[in-house]
Each structure stands twice: as structure tokens, then as C-alpha cells.
């Protein structure tokens, strides 16, 4: 399948992941204009075939492109850390073939959207206006793949520490990487420390980036 990388600053680490998975991608600039990337996506989907769309800060692993291709699903990604939760939007993200093919109005759909105040086609608002119009118009819902990849926007990394509640030792990268129903801890029952649950997610917490405490905490920043 297709794969793109638009990109407006290059990261070496990109580049080096995809040839490591023997993978033959198309580096499109997009940094030359605001509206630059919104018009990549328009091109692309008016030629009416499906992409995997990786972006300028993400590094995949070997397999995760091949886990995206044969997925059925018309819309999928691969969750990446977006500075405060994992999530997925255009950074490692695939539109199928049927999906470009059978819906050729999305991109223009876009510009019938209520007006939010910004420009129609700024790059910093297609990841959240194209998810809008596939699952507003098309009822779709993003299908979301695990492991993460990494995430090398400077400011989208991890600022919050994830402790296991039972032994309240940090989880390193490995572990915090995986779907988050997944988080365990291999501690050991000698060395538990009590803390109380105050994640969703049972297995974890995290602490606050401005006082350290466990969230949810008092801190008023």
C-alpha cells in the first residue's frame, strides 16, 4: 500500500524505521504553505486510492505497517502519545481503498463545516476536520491498533510519570506503550507501597506534571 510521510522538519529516526521494515515511502514536503498539507490530502484522495499516512515525528517498528494493510477496516491507526492521553489522528494513520474510492466528497465536505474561527484549510485543524466529516457523514468510528509508536514531537511527549497503584514504582516505555488495559507490573509483593486507585485505567496511575502528586490532585496550575 501507498505510504506518504508528509513532512515540514525532518526526523532521521523516520526515514531510518520504515527502510528497517523495508519500506519504500514518499516524502512529501508540506511546510511550504499553512494550507499545504490540507492540499496533499486533497490530491490524494481525488486520485481515489487509499494511503497509510505517517507523519514527520512518528517512528514505526517492523509489522506495524503490514498490521495496518491487512486490518479490514476502512478507517485504522496506530495510537501514539499526544502529551497528556494516547490517541490517534493522521500521525500513523490508513484510508483504505474503499473507503477514498466509494466517499470522493470528504475533502470537500470539510469546507461545509460550521466555521470555528480559523482558516477553512490550516494544516492544524485537518487531523480533527476530517475525523469530523468520517464520523459525523460517514458513521464511521478510527479502528485503533496497539503497541504505540513513538511520538517524537518534543512537545507531545510523556510529562506525567505512570506508577503501578500496588507497589507505586514508575512503568517503563514497554509497558506504558501497550493497550492500556494491558498495563502490569511485575513488582514484587515484598516491596508493595499502598496507593490509592484514581485512574480509569486499574492497573495505574498517573502524577500531575506541575505538583508530582497523583492525579487526581489539588494543584490549582
Known sequence: MRIIVPWAKEFPEVRAALEADGRQAEYVYVGGSPTAYHELFLGLWHEGHG??????????????????????????????????????????????????????????????????????????????????????????????????VEHLNPEKKMRRGVNCTECGRSLPWRVIRLEPSQWTCDHDEDDVIPAPVLSAIPSAIQNCVFCGEPLPCQCQN
Request: net charge negative; hydrophobic share 45%; aromatic share 12%.
Open 51 to 148: 494511503w497509510i499516512n505517517v507523519e514527520q515525528d512518528i517512528v514505526t517498528f517492523p509489522g506495524a505497517i503490514a498490521e495496518l494493510e491487512a486490518c479490514p477496516e476502512l478507517w485504522c491507526a496506530r495510537a501514539y502519545w499526544l502529551g497528556a492521553v494516547f490517541g490517534a489522528f493522521l500521525g500513523f494513520t490508513k484510508f483504505s481503498d474503499d473507503l477514498v474510492r466509494n466517499n470522493p466528497g470528504v475533502m470537500e465536505a470539510i469546507d461545509r463545516l460550521r466555521d470555528d474561527g480559523t482558516p477553512r484549510h490550516y494544516f492544524g485543524r485537518l487531523d480533527t476536520r476530517l475525523s469530523q466529516v468520517l464520523m459525523d457523514q460517514l458513521g464511521l468510528t478510527i479502528h485503533l491498533h496497539w503497541p504505540a
